[in-house]
């Protein structure tokens, strides 16, 4: 077994040894006199890595493009239909099918500051109908009665399945109205 370890060892130091880093040097008195603490100088090392870099703008580019997929819907978000206070109009609501569906049963709900013409003291109407495939458009005659937001939903039912429309609206006094 000796005679094994003297052989490796040979064999060892003929192998060309690594050229140390530049910082090694200075790394290893600041080490060895406890000049630098060891806390700082892992943070040292960590700031100077090319990788620390990268990862850190990688991270910066994911947390920018996170907020502008946030932020952007609502900037652009349709900001509804403003009505005048007392003002009757009919609201067009779009309905796309991608198949016809006899037998559907609609649902329209008015909230807030809005009522459906004809049914003041209802918040809510149901009927049955049949809805083409493709694009379907109900008129709804819509009432401003007080100031504020209001929404007409629409609820479609077909078979257990359900899909929701809803229209955003805004009733303003006359005077405010621009």
């Known amino acids: 077994m000796d005679k094994d370890a003297e052989i490796l060892r040979q064999a060892l130091k003929r192998i060309p040894a690594p050229e140390p880093r530049p910082e090694f040097i200075d790394r290893a008195f600041a080490k060895a006199t406890g000049s630098v603490s060891p806390a700082r100088s892992r943070l040292a090392h960590l700031a100077s890595r090319w990788e620390t870099w990268v990862g850190a703008a990688a991270g910066a580019a994911v947390a920018i493009l996170a907020m ?92 257990g399945r359900t899909r929701q429309v809803t229209v955003n609206l805004t009733v303003r006094d006359r005077e405010a109205r621009t």
Not at 83 to 98: C, F, G, K, P, T
Not at 102 to 110: P, Y
Not at 125 to 154: C, E, F, M, Y
């Open 68 to 159: 502008l997929m946030l932020v952007s819907p609502l900037a652009t978000r349709d900001p509804g239909i403003t009505l005048a206070l007392n003002e009757m109009r009919d609201i067009d609501v779009l309905i796309d099918s991608e198949r016809t569906l006899d037998g559907a049963t609609i649902r329209i709900v008015a909230t807030g500051s809005v009522v459906l013409d004809g049914f003041e003291n209802e918040r809510q109407i149901d009927w049955q109908t049949h809805l083409a495939k493709g694009s379907n458009i109900l008129s709804l005659p819509v009432l401003a009665r007080s100031t504020g937001a209001g929404q007409l939903v629409a609820v479609i039912e077909h078979e």
